[in-house]
Every structure is written in structure tokens, then in C-alpha cells.
């Protein structure tokens, strides 16, 4: 079974640091591209960053401005979001998700098919 | 980056009842259309893909339609665990992956 478990959410002051960890079990870690959604609170989804399997290529949300690094490490099977410069529009639980290609007739896709259960980050003072 | 519009933003419906839900893309996004349920205090469920493939497990009370910009979500016949919040979210432009805002389906 598919296990994502994320933690390190905290609460935290506007311009302070925290990094995040997902702990992945159940499936071959090293060969899958592995993400960060967020969601505020009574908001929806927002995709924060992706890494792919052997991290040679990785991307963030625009409205990041290079305050967040993501990083894995495949032989502790974990996924890693560092976040700087936090400010209070960060405030949000955070979702580790998997993403798995997925053949349609042909046609493939990368799909979120595996998250965890989030890990909740508060920036205020 | 492709805006995912949805509505209704809620929906009330009876138990048993048909529950109809849309999402528009803002350009073609082909059928690179999933739909995931979240329940409150629950990560998002992935329940359909290629906008109208069942994930596994899924009841078959769920389908989806559409390719393009325009996509339905329906749910056959309401049961009361159905009851939640369904984001579309689009995955043939990325980065980045969008979502529409939600659809929160209620009980009438």
C-alpha cells in the first residue's frame, strides 16, 4: 500500500524558516516524481513544486519567487521542502502527492494518484 | 498557466438524487482532465482521469464527460458519503498544474 506521510508543520513567524519531510513507503520511491500542494485554510488546491525521480529537473509556483527549495533523498525514501522568507500567505496544510503516469488509449498523462495527509504550516506573529 | 473555473461553487442535493458538476478550462486541455474528491480534514481522492476513467475503487455511480475546455463530473445517485468538496484540476500544460476553485456538493 501506497504511504506518504508528511510532517515538520509548525507554527512559525512572517520571515522565519521550516522545512518540510514526506516519508514515502509501499512502492519504488526512486522512480517516481513527487510533488507539494498546498491548501489554505477553506481554500482549494495550489501545486507548490515538483521534483523528478533522479531530481535532474524540478519546478515551482511562480508565486514562490525562490523562497522554497525542494530536495529528495532516495535512499531514505523522503521528499523535502525547505521554506524561507515565510509569510502569512503560506499559512496552508501541505500535501505531499505522487504523480503516476497513466496510458489512455495511447495517450499518457501524469497524474496525482497517491497523497499523504498533510502537514499544517501557520505563519503568524 | 490554464485557469480551471468550476460551478456551482456549492451544489444541494437529496440523497439518491443526480449531482452534476462542471469545470471549464480556460484553452483546450484535451482530456488531461482528472477530478478528486476531499472530505473534510482528508487529502484530495483521485477519482477519475483522461476526464472520464475511473481510478481504482471508485463506484461506478461516479463519470465523467467532456474534452477541451468544457467537462461534466456526475454522480449517479447521491449517497451520503459522496458528500464533499470535488476539485477538477488539469494536467496537459504544466508547470504549473491548476485545479478549479471547487465545487462543495451538500445535502439538501
Known amino acids: 500500500e501506497v504511504q506518504l506521510v508528511e510532517s515538520g508543520g509548525d507554527l512559525v513567524k512572517p520571515g522565519g524558516s521550516l522545512r518540510l519531510s514526506c516519508a514515502a513507503s509501499?512502492?519504488?520511491?526512486?522512480?517516481?516524481?513527487m510533488n507539494w500542494v498546498r491548501q489554505a485554510p477553506g481554500k482549494g488546491l495550489e501545486w507548490v513544486s515538483s521534483?523528478?525521480?533522479?531530481?535532474?529537473?524540478?519546478s515551482y509556483a511562480d508565486s514562490l519567487r525562490g523562497r522554497f527549495t525542494i530536495s529528495r533523498d532516495n535512499a531514505k525514501n523522503s521528499l523535502y521542502l525547505q521554506m524561507n522568507s515565510l509569510r502569512a500567505e503560506d499559512t496552508a496544510v501541505y500535501y505531499c502527492?505522487?504523480?503516476?503516469?497513466?496510458?489512455?488509449?495511447?495517450?499518457?498523462?501524469?497524474?496525482?494518484?497517491?497523497w499523504g495527509r498533510g502537514t499544517l504550516v501557520t505563519v503568524s506573529s | 498557466e490554464i485557469v480551471m473555473t468550476q460551478s456551482p461553487d456549492t451544489l444541494s442535493v437529496s440523497l439518491g438524487e443526480r449531482a452534476t458538476l462542471s469545470c471549464r478550462a480556460s484553452?483546450?486541455?484535451?482530456?488531461?482532465l482528472a477530478w478528486f474528491q476531499q472530505k473534510p480534514g482528508q487529502a484530495p481522492r483521485l477519482l477519475i482521469y483522461?476526464?472520464?476513467t475511473r481510478a481504482t475503487g471508485v463506484p461506478a455511480r461516479f463519470s465523467g464527460s467532456g474534452s477541451g475546455t468544457e467537462f461534466t463530473l456526475t454522480i449517479s445517485s447521491l449517497q451520503s458519503e459522496d458528500f464533499a468538496v470535488y476539485y477538477c484540476?488539469?494536467?496537459?500544460?504544466?508547470?504549473?498544474?491548476?485545479f478549479g476553485q471547487g465545487t462543495k456538493v451538500e445535502i439538501k
Open positions: 502527492a505522487r504523480l503516476e503516469g497513466f496510458d489512455i488509449s495511447g495517450h499518457y498523462g501524469l497524474i496525482f494518484d497517491s
Open positions: 509501499g512502492f519504488d520511491f526512486s522512480g517516481y516524481t
Open positions: 521534483i523528478t525521480s533522479r531530481s535532474t529537473s524540478i
Open positions: 484553452q483546450s486541455v484535451s482530456s488531461d
Open positions: 483522461g476526464a472520464s
Open positions: 484540476q488539469q494536467y496537459n500544460n504544466w508547470p504549473p498544474w491548476t
